[in-house]
């Protein structure tokens, strides 16, 4: 099992819904609106002088489903380019309540 963190530019929101949906992702976090600074796509703060917000997700799912989830994050990265605003990381999982 992996988890997967996903931070994205709250533009992409349906578009990374579809992503989960055709990955057969049901189970995820979600974090609505977060306010940061990328270094490709730089600040969005969620106020006046910095618009614009993120989000996130975090997953945990069979390894499989991960790897073909990034393959699709990357191909939306490069679709959307890097000033738009899509990472990702995974991260192990050594257990999880059952």
Do not use: F
């Amino acid at each position: 099992m992996k988890a997967l963190w996903i931070a994205y530019d709250i533009v992409l929101d349906d578009q990374i819904a579809t992503l989960l949906d055709a990955c057969g992702v049901v189970g995820y976090t979600r974090w609505p609106r977060l306010s940061g600074r990328g270094p490709n796509s730089g600040a969005r703060l969620d106020d006046h002088v910095w618009p614009g917000a993120n989000a996130a997700i975090l997953t945990v799912q069979q390894e499989a489903v991960i790897a073909d989830l990034l393959r699709r994050l990357q191909e939306l990265r490069d679709r959307v380019g890097r000033k738009t605003g899509v990472w990702a990381c995974t991260l192990p999982v050594l257990e999880t309540l059952r």
